[in-house]
């Protein structure tokens, strides 16, 4: 490319990926996780990752970019986000990039956030070796590299399924027994349905709690790039309560276009069937005369005769 020197198209795409780096970091310090959703971020969030572009110079052989904020924060000092999403962004870049990769993602990372980094590598794949990072005007200078063969490990990682154990409570619905794919659906308190696979041995237990409130426990196979369950495979199943009361009205969680059944929107609510029909019996109209006429009819006059007066 030469000393100082980079095409606008990459300077552009590159610049791109690293806004995604930023919000999405901000999004996971913020949120605890889940940082690539449908629909812009709030305006607050992008407004104090937001950087402007204040120098475009070159070293010996290098093309060196200065950027500053574009707003200063008004926050209490230790209170500002987008600058601790840019800390955190630039001081978890190295390990995620080491040949060991740790079980946890460093503060502020998920998935997300890799995959913009990953984006912001692919200018390694144009003619630039290296991507260096200098993170001052804090306390301490942050400097960390991102480099070919750490992008590579991110493509990897990103690629490749995580398997964990895993536990997860709520209600157990939509039970399937067919001999060649026993499955059922829990729906948690908050998140979407988990639908979970079980063997044989489970049949039982997953018919003797259905519908009710479950902790399920089995190995969960996670899809990196979104951090959701692509697969959930029951190896235990332990009731919480009949009446699961820290599920009991929490909606029944579902996707936008799924409608929920007549029978999940009444869980949901905590309606049971009616046990006693005769608890009907002289609710409705009521007797001939009990007044409700005369009661309404009053109402009404007094409306009228107020606002009258005014």
């Known amino acids: 490319m030469g000393p100082g020197r980079i095409p606008v198209a990459h300077l552009q795409s ?14 996971v310090l913020q949120d605890g996780g889940d940082s690539v959703r449908r629909g812009q971020p709030p305006q607050a969030l992008r407004q104090g990752v937001e950087l402007t572009l204040v120098m475009l110079t070159h070293g010996s052989d290098a093309a060196v970019l200065g950027f500053d904020r574009t707003r200063t924060s008004s926050f209490l000092p230790g209170m500002d986000l987008g600058l601790e999403a840019m800390d ?3 001081q978890g870049l190295t390990s995620v990039q080491e040949e060991e990769l740790a079980t946890d993602l460093p503060v502020g ?19 630039v070796d290296n991507i260096e990072f200098t993170l001052a005007g804090r306390a301490s200078t942050v400097r960390a590299s991102l480099t070919p063969t750490g992008v590579a490990r991110l493509e990897r990682r990103l690629k490749e399924p995580e398997v964990v154990r895993q536990t997860v409570e709520g209600r157990l619905l ?15 308190a908050l998140g979407d349905p988990v639908e979970c696979h079980f063997g044989d041995g489970l049949r039982h237990d997953v018919l003797r709690n259905l519908l009710g409130f479950v902790r399920v426990e089995g190995e969960s196979t996670v899809d990196p790039a979104t951090g959701k369950i692509r697969r959930f495979v029951i190896e235990s199943v332990e009731s919480v309560g009949e009446h699961g009361e820290e599920f009991a009205g929490a909606p029944v969680a ?16 905590s309606v049971g069937p009616m046990r006693n029909v005769e608890s009907l019996f002289h ?17 009404r006059r007094t409306g009228t005769e107020t606002a009258g007066g005014r």
Not at 16 to 25: G, P, S, Y
Not at 174 to 188: A, L, N, Q
């Open 14 to 27: 590159f610049l791109t990926a690293l806004n995604q780096v930023l919000q999405r970091t901000a999004r």
């Open 88 to 90: 955190r962004a630039v």
């Open 109 to 127: 990372y998920d998935a997300g956030v890799l995959s913009a980094w990953r984006d912001a590598g692919k200018l390694l794949s144009q003619g």
């Open 174 to 188: 939509m039970g399937d027994f067919k001999e060649s794919d026993t499955r059922c659906r829990v729906h948690p």
């Open 254 to 269: 579902q996707s936008f276009w799924d409608t929920a059944s007549l029978e999940e929107l009444a869980l949901s609510q």
């Open 283 to 299: 609710t409705w109209p009521g007797e001939d005369h009990d007044g409700f006429e005369e009661l309404v009819d009053e109402l």
